[in-house]
């Protein structure tokens, strides 16, 4: 997928999210704006209520997206489903989609109506998907092969030291003076020092080669060379404390999406036994 493209299918998903949010609050609003002992005399209040056609189905579709979002994630990382078909990563913002669009359909099927056990759900729910969002910052930041595997220390290594032997190839003396100055420079620590130093970097090298009598296409090729390697550096930099983060994240979203679990079926089963079934 390309980046064009990849910028198109993740504002895609946040346009349906507003959407259907923007179009729940507008359809319902004279409902869920009235005191809890109001919405009875409400002339659609059979439609909204959390038993009615349309306030159940949102429960309905909203439980079934965040299972589907949930589970075919998981299928994908842990047992390589689809694997050929579509990377993890791509994957990662099908399942933060459909697990923010979820609850959101969830909060409305509550009618903003929160007490006794289902409340603990609610607020586990929110919790995984603040969770979520502060993961996906996280997952991002560990530096991964094409294919959207966690690389390791050494694999970047093994990179870099591939990418500097390329540039040592490029542009003759030129080349060792790139060389010379990305030894020079180490990498700074925290990513605002890191982004600066780099910017520094770059702009050291870009005069570098405006005097050199290299092919433009040359120059540019080095210098997508030394990008890539200040990349790789910033990588190295911040696998290992990324790693730390993610293990400390699992510790937060887990056991909340498994409460939640828990509780939502205990919700379904005892829904289900009263007899409200929906259209099934």
């Known amino acids: 997928m390309s980046k064009a493209l990849h910028q198109v299918y993740v504002w895609s998903m946040v346009a349906i999210t507003l959407a259907v949010t923007a179009y729940l609050v507008y359809t319902g609003y004279t409902y869920y704006r009235l005191p809890l002992e109001e919405r009875f005399y409400h002339p659609h209040y059979d439609w909204f209520k959390p038993s009615g056609l349309f306030g159940q189905g949102l429960g309905v579709i909203g439980t079934l997206m965040i299972a589907?979002?949930?589970?075919?994630?998981?299928?994908?990382?842990?047992?390589g489903f689809l694997a050929r078909f579509i990377r993890l990563k791509y994957l990662l913002e099908f399942h933060i989609f459909l697990c923010i669009?979820?609850?959101?359909?969830i909060l409305f099927h509550t009618t903003f109506k929160f007490g006794g056990i289902v409340s603990v759900a609610f607020w586990s729910m929110v919790a995984v998907v603040l969770s979520g969002v502060v993961g996906r910052f996280i997952y991002i930041r560990?530096?991964?092969a094409v294919g959207g595997q966690?690389?390791?220390?050494?694999?970047?290594?093994?990179?870099r030291e591939g990418l500097l032997a390329q540039l040592a190839e490029q542009g003759g003396e030129q080349s060792k003076a790139v060389l010379?100055?990305?030894d020079g420079h180490s990498s700074a620590g925290g990513?605002?020092?890191?982004?600066?130093?780099?910017?520094?970097?770059?702009?050291?090298?870009?005069?570098?080669?405006k005097t050199t009598p290299l092919a433009a296409n040359q120059k540019r090729e080095i210098l997508a060379l030394v990008k890539e390697e200040l990349a790789l550096r910033?990588?190295?930099?911040?696998?290992?404390?990324?790693?730390?983060?993610?293990?400390?994240?699992?510790?937060v979203h887990m056991p909340f999406a498994l409460i939640m679990l828990i509780i939502v079926?205990?919700?379904?089963?005892?829904?289900v036994s009263l007899g409200y079934r929906w259209i099934f």
């Open 68 to 79: 589907f979002g949930v589970g075919i994630y998981i299928a994908r990382k842990r047992y």
């Open 101 to 105: 669009l979820g609850p959101i359909l």
């Open 142 to 144: 560990i530096p991964r």
């Open 150 to 159: 966690e690389l390791s220390m050494q694999e970047i290594q093994d990179r």
């Open 180 to 182: 010379a100055l990305l």
């Open 191 to 209: 990513r605002l020092g890191g982004t600066m130093r780099n910017w520094k970097i770059l702009g050291a090298v870009k005069k570098i080669l």
């Open 234 to 251: 910033n990588s190295v930099a911040r696998l290992e404390q990324m790693k730390k983060l993610f293990q400390y994240w699992h510790v």
């Open 265 to 271: 079926l205990i919700h379904v089963i005892v829904t």
